[in-house]
C-alpha cells in the first residue's frame, strides 16, 4: 500500500485554469469531501495520453465544459509539488454565464467564480479572508499558481511592456528592488537591536549597581562633612557628568539603546 500511494503522488496532473473574456475571473471546483478545498479541475494522466488529451478529458468531467478548441498547448502554469508535476492551460474567453455540470458522481461539490485579485498568494495573505470571508487554507491547492496568473495576464493585457527587457532604470525593476532591500532592512534592523539589547542589559544593571553605590557614598559622606558657606559639598558626585570632583579616575560610560534603536552616550572602550 506505501509503494502503490507513493507511486500514485507521482504520477503527473494536468488540467486548466479557466478564465471570463476580461480575465478578471478564474472558475475553481471544490471537492466533494465535508472540509475540501478550491482548486482548478486537473486530474491524472493515463497512460499513452498526451498532457492536453489529459486536460481535456478532467475538465470536461469535472465540470461539463469542452475546453479542447480554446486549449493552447504552449499557454500554461506549472508546479513542481514535491515529486509531483501539476500543469494547467491557461483557457481564456469562458462566458460567466455558462452553465458548469460535473459528468462525475461524489467527486465535485460545488463550483465557483473567484476573483483573482482577492485570491491569496501565499498562507498568511489574508486577501481572501477579507474579500471572501475565506481563510487562505482553502485555497492551500491555488496560492502556488496565483502570482504566476497574474503575471501572465498583465503580460496578456500590455504585450509591448512584457516583450521589452527590463531595464536598470525602469520603475518596475526600481520597486521590485527597493521592495528587496526594505525586506533586508527591517530583518537587519530587527537583528541589530536584539543584539544592542542584549548587550547593554548588563551595563545597564552594572550602571544601575554604580549609580547606588555613588549614592550611598555621597549620603554617607554627606552626614560626615559640614557644607561650605558657597553651597558646594565636598565629596559630592554629579552622576549627570559621570564623574566625581574628589575622584582620581575618571568613571566609566555607559551606551543606552533606546526604543527606537538609536543609542545614547558614547560606547566603552
Given at each position: 500500500?506505501?509503494?502503490?500511494?507513493?507511486?500514485?503522488?507521482?504520477?503527473?496532473?494536468?488540467?486548466?485554469?479557466?478564465?471570463?473574456?476580461?480575465?478578471?475571473?478564474?472558475?475553481?471546483?471544490?471537492?466533494?469531501?465535508?472540509?475540501?478545498?478550491?482548486?482548478?479541475?486537473?486530474?491524472?494522466?493515463?497512460?499513452?495520453?498526451t498532457p492536453a488529451d489529459c486536460a481535456v478529458r478532467e475538465v470536461l468531467e469535472e465540470t461539463g465544459f469542452?475546453?479542447?478548441?480554446?486549449?493552447?498547448?504552449?499557454?500554461?502554469?506549472?508546479?513542481?509539488r514535491n515529486d509531483q508535476l501539476t500543469r494547467l492551460f491557461i483557457i481564456e474567453g469562458v462566458p460567466l454565464s455558462t452553465k458548469f455540470q460535473p459528468r462525475t458522481r461524489k467527486e465535485i461539490k460545488s463550483l465557483q467564480?473567484?476573483?483573482?485579485?482577492?485570491?491569496?498568494?501565499?498562507?498568511?495573505?489574508?486577501?481572501?479572508?477579507?474579500?471572501?470571508?475565506?481563510?487562505?487554507?482553502?485555497?492551500?491547492?491555488?496560492?502556488?499558481?496565483?502570482?504566476?496568473?497574474?503575471?501572465?495576464?498583465y503580460n496578456k493585457n500590455n504585450p509591448h511592456e512584457a516583450q521589452r527587457p527590463k531595464s536598470a532604470n525602469s520603475s518596475t525593476y526600481k520597486a521590485e528592488i527597493r521592495e528587496g532591500q526594505e525586506q533586508i532592512g527591517s530583518r537587519s534592523r530587527l537583528k541589530q537591536q536584539q543584539h544592542f539589547a542584549l548587550q547593554n542589559q548588563a551595563e545597564f544593571q552594572e550602571f544601575l549597581q554604580y549609580k547606588e553605590q555613588v549614592m550611598r557614598g555621597n549620603d554617607e559622606h554627606t552626614r560626615s562633612t559640614s557644607p561650605r558657606k558657597d553651597g558646594y559639598q565636598k565629596g559630592r558626585s554629579d552622576l549627570s557628568l559621570g564623574y566625581s570632583p574628589n575622584s582620581k579616575q575618571e568613571k566609566k560610560k555607559y551606551q543606552i539603546l533606546n526604543r527606537n534603536g538609536t543609542l545614547t552616550g558614547k560606547p566603552r572602550r
Amino acid at each position: 500500500m506505501a509503494k502503490w500511494m507513493a507511486y500514485k503522488m507521482s504520477i503527473p496532473t494536468f488540467g486548466a485554469i479557466m478564465l471570463d473574456p476580461e480575465m478578471k475571473y478564474c472558475l475553481l471546483v471544490q471537492g466533494f469531501l465535508t472540509k475540501a478545498s478550491w482548486g482548478f479541475p486537473k486530474g491524472k494522466i493515463n497512460a499513452e495520453e498526451t498532457p492536453a488529451d489529459c486536460a481535456v478529458r478532467e475538465v470536461l468531467e469535472e465540470t461539463g465544459f469542452d475546453i479542447k478548441e480554446l486549449l493552447k498547448p504552449d499557454e500554461y502554469l506549472e508546479n513542481q509539488r514535491n515529486d509531483q508535476l501539476t500543469r494547467l492551460f491557461i483557457i481564456e474567453g469562458v462566458p460567466l454565464s455558462t452553465k458548469f455540470q460535473p459528468r462525475t458522481r461524489k467527486e465535485i461539490k460545488s463550483l465557483q467564480w473567484f476573483p483573482i485579485d482577492a485570491l491569496p498568494t501565499h498562507k498568511k495573505d489574508l486577501s481572501s479572508k477579507m474579500q471572501l470571508k475565506m481563510k487562505p487554507n482553502s485555497f492551500f491547492l491555488v496560492i502556488p499558481f496565483v502570482k504566476s496568473l497574474r503575471k501572465w495576464i498583465y503580460n496578456k493585457n500590455n504585450p509591448h511592456e512584457a516583450q521589452r527587457p527590463k531595464s536598470a532604470n525602469s520603475s518596475t525593476y526600481k520597486a521590485e528592488i527597493r521592495e528587496g532591500q526594505e525586506q533586508i532592512g527591517s530583518r537587519s534592523r530587527l537583528k541589530q537591536q536584539q543584539h544592542f539589547a542584549l548587550q547593554n542589559q548588563a551595563e545597564f544593571q552594572e550602571f544601575l549597581q554604580y549609580k547606588e553605590q555613588v549614592m550611598r557614598g555621597n549620603d554617607e559622606h554627606t552626614r560626615s562633612t559640614s557644607p561650605r558657606k558657597d553651597g558646594y559639598q565636598k565629596g559630592r558626585s554629579d552622576l549627570s557628568l559621570g564623574y566625581s570632583p574628589n575622584s582620581k579616575q575618571e568613571k566609566k560610560k555607559y551606551q543606552i539603546l533606546n526604543r527606537n534603536g538609536t543609542l545614547t552616550g558614547k560606547p566603552r572602550r
